[in-house]
């Protein structure tokens, strides 16, 4: 096998590689990785995969996918309850016993997570297994229109969900919560690619950037690329549209997190008290405050954020990539 050259699956197979074996190292392996932040490299792997997975005949690539989605998950519950154990801890109406049944929820969730790290090996060595981080990668023209290809199956698979929830939003996890995902992956592919991906501002101004992009949203670390790496073609994102998607991205997340936050205390109120889920609710909804967004309000707010984003405004109308002959569609 040559070794690579240029290749962002060795970059980030090795920042994992490396938090793993000082995990491996530590008292409780399940809390390093949570607190020294192993969901970023976990996220540009999923990122890396799921874009080759449909291009490769996909079983060995899918697998990993799999297997990188599956400890970002678990990762990302411990962050769940983490967070809201943190904002409902200044929450002085919120009783101890919910603080501690969601305190234990926690505890279970690292649990669960080392259990994977054991069962799957990932303390033992499993990335050596990962052959493609360290392989000798060609971004040729025909890798880079794979590429592109990959990047406009993202677009459609957010168009897909836009269409399908044209009339409103009924669920905050299968339908905000997923179409938020969609929209970061197309946005996480720019890091993901260490460069590959680049910027570049329009010709003329749209419209609708008043709405959505502002100096914070230029400035954030996310929407900074690397260098384009020397000898392979970049692929260009419409800098406009890659700053309006992460407002839209940024405000979607907080809302969906008013909708998760009522659920889980709404949970925490149910199985601590003993009451029905509508009376649970209720009662969540005191404890959080007169001006805390009920559920429909919640989806409401999402519902007309997207709505005005991808049918008023129609950010999204050419997609996200600057136009070039070797940008071939998919469907649309």
């Known amino acids: 096998m040559q070794k690579h050259t240029f290749n962002p699956f060795h970059v980030y197979a090795s920042a994992l590689k490396a938090l793993l074996t000082k995990a491996g190292k530590s008292k409780n392996p399940a809390l390093y990785l949570y607190t020294h932040e192993a969901r ?7 990122a890396l995969t799921r874009m080759y997975t449909h291009h490769t005949g996909g079983s060995k690539m899918n697998i990993w996918r799999k297997h990188f989605k599956k400890l970002e998950d678990e990762l990302g519950v411990v962050d769940y309850y983490d967070g809201f154990l943190k904002e409902f801890k200044k929450n002085k109406h919120i009783s101890p016993e919910i603080i501690a049944y969601i305190e234990k929820k926690k505890t279970k969730s690292l649990q669960k997570l080392q259990a994977t790290l054991t069962r799957k090996g990932w303390l033992n060595g499993l990335l050596k297994r990962f052959d493609i981080a360290n392989a000798y990668i060609d971004y040729d023209g025909a ?15 957010i168009m897909d969900l836009v269409k399908a ?19 970061r992956w197309l946005s996480m592919y720019t890091q993901a690619l260490c460069g590959i991906i ?43 549209v890659v700053y309006a998607l992460s407002d839209l991205i940024a405000k979607l997340g907080v809302i969906k997190d008013k909708g998760l936050g009522l659920e889980l205390l709404a949970k925490g109120i149910r199985k601590t ?14 404890l959080l405050g007169k001006n805390y967004a009920t559920m429909p309000e919640v ?7 997207c709505h005005a984003f991808f049918m008023e405004h129609k950010v999204f109308q050419h997609g996200i990539l600057v136009k070039t002959v070797t940008s071939p569609r998919s469907r649309r």
């Open 40 to 46: 970023t490299p976990l996220f540009m792997l999923e």
């Open 143 to 157: 890798h880079i229109k794979l590429l592109h290809h990959a990047i406009h199956l993202q677009e459609d698979r």
């Open 165 to 183: 929830t044209r009339n409103g939003f009924t669920e905050l996890e299968e339908e905000v919560h997923e179409l938020r995902r969609q929209c």
């Open 198 to 240: 680049q910027l570049k501002t329009p010709a003329k101004h749209y419209a609708w950037e008043k709405y959505y992009i502002t100096n914070a949203v230029i400035k954030n670390p996310y929407n900074r690329v690397a260098k384009a790496p020397e000898g392979i073609t970049p692929i260009y994102y419409d800098a406009s």
């Open 273 to 286: 008290q003993q009451i029905p889920t509508k009376a649970a609710t209720a009662k969540a909804l005191t």
């Open 299 to 305: 989806l409401k707010e999402a519902f007309v954020l």
